[in-house]
């Protein structure tokens, strides 16, 4: 029989050699001020995300690439989703300027309200028609729409504006239906205005690119909101790790298995962690929101797996009442070990098949469930019950230490 508990202290240094790296690279991140450590994306430090679609299939993201640092966006990360589907993400939230408000009753308001489904929309007045990749007619409907003493705009806007509307009543101002490259209908809302709009006309210039067949998320990140989004990803953590605490302490009746199986999901934790910041110093890999989702599910993955083994082991000690509790730790890990590792494994399956194959938008996020659940079933196994192991020997030892001393008492 395989004696997985007296090999314990080989696991826990081993545990050990995996978690101190990440440690430390982990509280390089405030000790560099962020240059080494976790590197995050604009979902937490604030910024600009734009997602498009171009009608050449042959738009390459190198290509991409080289007009965005072009236009003087060096901190840009940019991702090819799917084929031919691309997004932007830069830690500058300026690409997207304020919207300034036109006076009510104005020509200047007329005129935008009269062109609201254009592809080019544009809360001031456009003098000068911006490409886009429709080929319509309400490029000339915005060049056209100039102030003037009339109340209304010229006639041809008010002709592109109520045609557009009818075709498209549901979409939002300036957006128009399109279709991408398999023929499926998609909304197209090119930025006409401040620098995002100037990195569309260049997109959209470059003769390997060409015009925009699609366009999805378009916003800008504040300092406000990722503070905010920081604050919450780490209450969600927290609440739920005290929330797994008081539960499978109260489960099991006993402070020992709520505390080991909270060691293990830290140790989970820390590894995930740990080396998304090793990846992030060197390979410039960040973290966002779905991170955030990622880390929780391997939390309840973790404790999931520790159940199982404490289930048995509580019946384990009912069965073998008077043998040795180690002894019954180990017998429930081997009754259990084949469960887990099948579970485990379809899991780990599963996601390698979308590491290798799915988008790369969920690239990382993926990743980082494949590492949590790896590390969620060996912490199950190798630290959460034989640290149980430790705290009960320990715990054994004193309680016979204070029978020792009380029977040496009587005597004397």
């Known amino acids: 029989m395989v004696d997985v508990i007296g090999k314990r202290n080989w696991f826990f240094l081993f545990s050990g050699l995996i978690l101190v790296p990440g440690i430390i690279f982990i509280l390089l991140t405030p000790l560099s001020n962020g240059k080494a450590g976790l590197q995050f994306s604009v979902d937490y430090t604030g910024g600009t995300v ?85 080929g319509s007619a309400s490029a000339s409907a915005v060049a056209s729409a100039t102030p003037s003493p009339a109340a209304t705009p010229s006639a041809s806007a008010s002709a592109s504006a109520s045609a557009s509307a009818s075709a498209s009543a549901t979409l939002l101002p300036g957006t128009v239906s399109s279709k991408d490259q398999q023929g499926n209908t998609c909304d197209l809302k090119v930025p006409n205005i401040g620098t995002l709009g100037t990195l569309a006309t260049a997109l959209q210039a470059d003769p390997k690119l060409g015009p925009l067949s699609c366009t999805g998320l378009e916003a800008a990140v504040g300092p406000v909101v990722s503070e905010a989004l920081i604050a919450q990803t780490i209450a969600l953590i927290l609440l739920g790790s005290l929330g797994i605490l008081i539960w499978v302490g109260v489960r099991f009746h006993s402070v020992k298995f709520g505390a080991t199986a909270l060691a293990a999901l830290v140790h989970d934790v820390i590894v995930v962690v740990g080396l998304f910041a090793i990846m992030g110093t060197l390979f410039g890999v960040q973290i966002d929101a779905l991170f955030v989702t990622a880390m929780l599910t391997v939390i ?32 429930s890990i081997l009754q259990t070990f084949g469960r887990s590792i099948n579970t485990s494994l379809t899991v780990v399956i ?12 969920i690239h990382f996020f993926v990743l980082a469930l494949l590492i949590g659940i790896i590390s969620g079933t060996y912490s199950s196994i190798f630290n959460a019950s034989p640290l149980l192991v430790v705290w009960q020997l320990w715990d054994d030892g004193k309680q016979a230490e204070r029978m020792a001393a009380v029977r040496g008492s009587r005597r004397g």
């Open 50 to 134: 734009w997602q498009f679609q171009f009608k050449n299939p042959d738009a390459s993201i190198d290509e991409v690439k080289a007009v965005v640092l072009a236009q003087g966006i060096t901190d840009a990360e940019i991702s090819e989703d799917t084929s031919n589907q691309f997004t932007v993400r830069t830690k500058r939230a300026d690409l997207i300027p304020a919207p300034t408000l036109a006076p009510a009753g104005s020509a200047v308001a007329s005129a935008s309200a009269g062109t609201s489904a254009s592809v080019s929309p544009s809360p001031t007045p456009s003098l000068s028609a911006t490409p886009t990749p429709s």
């Open 300 to 331: 309840g993955f973790s404790v999931h797996d520790t159940i199982v083994v404490y289930d048995r082991i509580r019946e384990n000690r009912t069965r073998h009442a008077g043998e040795p509790f180690d002894k019954i730790v180990n017998h």
């Open 350 to 361: 599963t996601l390698t098949a979308l590491l290798l194959f799915a988008g790369a938008s």
